[in-house]
């Protein structure tokens, strides 16, 4: 071997030890948004705990009648049933996302994909649970006279005028589509952004 071709193997080596150690480095800058990612579902699982449980002592603090109580335990309930489903999703993924290979692209790209399921699971969730707040929340309402002479009597047995009826249909409806919007909204901005971020940083990063 010539000194040329030992200089050319010198250089070569030292052009790899450059590549590997700047690969990595971008990499690693994937970890920021998916370390905000993981602190917001920390966040929201917390807070969404929290909720839960002022909702299942409200009965004990604010006067229902017993007709009024009964309902808003059963859609609390479902409410809490479906709400679980996305918890659940979430915490598995924190678990499986507690220990990231930076130095791997691939691992990343499919830790991507399942944020992505996690997101639609908790968006379908959000909306479903939220659809039925309203519902708790007209009972809670309606339901602190006696049961026969209350607001929730008159809903149920339809003793009301169409036009009242129809008024509190097109109100669900347009609490509805702002319950979806909202929902989208939150979702895009704490987690949809960061995966924007990552997505791109890993695009531009060199296989």
């Known amino acids: 071997m010539n000194f040329d071709d030992i200089k050319n193997k010198m250089d070569n080596e030292i052009m790899n030890d450059q590549i590997i150690p700047q690969h990595i480095k971008d990499l690693k800058t994937t970890q920021l948004p998916l370390q905000k990612v993981r602190r917001n ?39 809490t049933l ?17 220990d990231i290979d930076t130095s791997s692209k691939e691992y990343l790209l499919n830790t991507i994909y399942e944020l992505n399921l ?29 049961f026969n002479n209350s607001l929730l009597y008159n809903f149920l047995t339809f003793s009301m005028s169409s036009t009242s009826l129809i008024i509190y249909i097109i109100s669900y409806l347009i609490i509805a589509i702002l319950i979806v919007y ?26």
Do not use: C, H
């Open 82 to 98: 479906i709400t679980i489903v996305y918890l659940l999703k979430m915490y598995t993924f924190l678990k499986r996302t507690l």
């Open 118 to 146: 996690t997101l639609e699971v908790y968006k379908t969730a959000i909306v479903s649970g939220s659809l039925l707040l309203p519902l708790l929340a007209f009972i809670a309402y309606t339901g602190k006279d006696s």
């Open 182 to 207: 909202v929902t989208n909204w939150w979702t895009n901005n704490l987690y949809g952004k960061y995966i924007i971020t990552i997505k791109k940083l890993l695009d531009d990063i060199n296989d």
């Open 41 to 79: 579902l920390k966040t929201e699982i917390l807070t969404q705990v929290i909720i839960f449980l002022f909702f299942f002592l409200f009965p004990s603090i604010y006067k229902m009648n017993d007709i009024a109580k009964g309902l808003y335990f059963v859609i609390l309930f479902i409410i």
